[in-house]
């Protein structure tokens, strides 16, 4: 009975490390991806509750968030980066004209082919996919990257968060005048579109006034605070940032942004007043393009060594490129960014902020009937809030990406280490480490000899 009553008691203890360890695991999962249950919760808080974080709802989130929380990232960012390593990034103009010209460009051109299929395909005709989800789809693709997330999401996943603040302030300032006439120009002209074309240009004079005043207020000013009190204050705020732990704050504060992005979603009623078709037609699509999207900046950024040699052996090095000034060569040859540039631009260029989208669609539509307006929204607010979740499981990816390459680096230079002091073992006595190895042996073998 004791034999058996101790056999219990080990089973029991060998379970229990068992179930601790599970559920260590359970727990570990859970604290690594606490953004991504953050994000779900904002969802539900949203869906339940949108009357509390919308625009004009309970704790006035156009200011509170939108300035407030947005100014906090900002500031504990400047806080937090090297003037030089901004000053570096400034003039940065293959970095510039990659971000830019995918978010501006690239990302509307393949936007327009998709709708001019689905247009082909019936989509519209037959009443599958409502116009306005199309128009909105438009608007999506032309306007800028977005403020907050994708500076959280650079940082979070390693990445140079330095290039992805210059590449906002950029992209919001350019594309804020620019997005207007290139949803002009990529708008369809079909007679399904004939209701819901947009107004004149001269009824955007107060959406560009409101968009320089969000960025200066919330972008803008709080990066140049910060910087002030990075150099007059530097002990005190290496201190705070610390401390406080103001880095992880950061991930709370852009929390509170997808809440008000959630929120603003559920309150229009026009996701449930649109056909459930085109609703799911653009949450699928929105995904699948953001992972479009982002695999086109990495390619960009990071093009294959194969494509790389074959483009500057035949084109870049070729005889009549040789003759242009350094300055065009250079801008010519294709090389691959720095890995932690590579992650600034997938996180900015494959993203589009709700900051110039919706009050850009409520000025260009500004004449039709507000569900009308709420339903050509519908696509910019899914847009962003699924980029918030995809990008998330990209940080998880882009940090591993990163992780592997110092390692991968660390072990070559740990083999390079080894060469060299062979090489220096060898140099010592002027001969080869084989051969000396081959003497010990057999002085060995001898002393053996002369024992026996």
């Not at 060998?14 to 994000?39: D, H, S």
């Not at 650079?154 to 603040?165: L, S």
């Not at 959406?207 to 910060?226: E, F, I, R, T």
């Amino acid at each position: 009975m004791d034999e058996i009553s101790e056999a219990d008691g080990g089973g029991e203890s060998k379970r229990r490390p068992k179930a601790a360890r599970i559920a260590k695991r359970v727990l570990g999962f859970f604290w690594n991806n606490w953004l991504v249950l953050g994000f779900g919760l904002a969802c539900v808080l949203g869906y339940f509750f949108p009357n509390v974080a919308a625009r004009g709802g309970i704790i006035r989130s156009e200011y509170s968030i939108l300035y407030g929380a947005i100014g906090l990232i900002f500031l504990i960012n400047g806080m937090q980066l090297s003037p030089a390593k901004l000053k570096e990034h400034v003039t940065n103009w293959r970095l510039h004209i990659i971000v830019q010209g995918i978010s501006l460009v690239l990302i509307p051109v393949v936007q327009l082919i998709i709708v001019r299929i689905v247009i082909v395909a019936g989509g519209v005709s037959s009443g599958t996919i409502d116009p306005s989800i199309l128009v909105g789809m438009v608007v999506v693709s032309c306007i800028p990257t977005t403020i907050a997330s994708n500076v959280v999401m650079t940082r979070n996943a390693g990445g140079d968060e330095a290039a992805a603040i210059i590449e906002v302030v950029i992209g919001n300032v350019v594309g804020s005048f620019l997005s207007p006439w290139l949803i002009y120009g990529f708008l369809p002209n079909d007679a399904e579109f004939d209701s819901i074309k947009p107004a004149k240009a001269d009824t955007l004079g107060p959406m560009y006034a409101n968009v320089m005043q969000q960025l200066g207020l919330s972008v803008l000013l709080p990066l140049v605070v910060g910087q002030t009190l990075r150099w007059t204050l530097p002990k005190q705020v290496a201190w705070t940032l610390r401390t406080f732990y103001l880095a992880q704050f950061c991930s709370v504060l852009l929390m509170l942004v997808a809440w008000s992005t959630f929120s603003g979603a559920f309150q229009t009623g026009a996701l449930t007043a649109l056909p459930k078709s085109s609703v799911i037609f653009n949450v699928f699509l929105n995904i699948a393009e953001y992972i479009l999207f982002t695999a086109i900046c990495y390619w960009i950024a990071s093009p294959p060594k194969v494509l790389t040699r074959l483009v500057n052996d035949h084109f870049a090095g070729s005889r009549l490129v040789s003759y242009l000034p350094g300055t065009i060569k250079r801008a010519l040859t294709v090389r691959r960014m720095p890995k932690e540039l590579v992650v600034a631009v997938c996180f900015c260029g494959a993203a589009k902020t709700t900051s110039v989208g919706i009050p850009l669609a409520a000025s260009m539509w500004s004449q039709l009937d507000n569900f009308t307006i709420s339903s050509i929204q519908v696509p910019v607010l899914l847009y962003t809030v699924e980029q918030v979740f995809v990008a998330q499981f990209f940080t998880i990816f882009f940090k591993w990406w990163l992780q592997r390459t110092d390692k991968e680096e660390l072990d070559a230079e740990s083999a390079t280490t080894g060469d060299q002091r062979q090489i220096l073992d060898e140099q010592d006595d002027g001969q080869p480490l084989s051969d000396r190895r081959n003497e010990n042996e057999k002085n060995v073998s001898g002393m053996a000899v002369g024992l026996q």
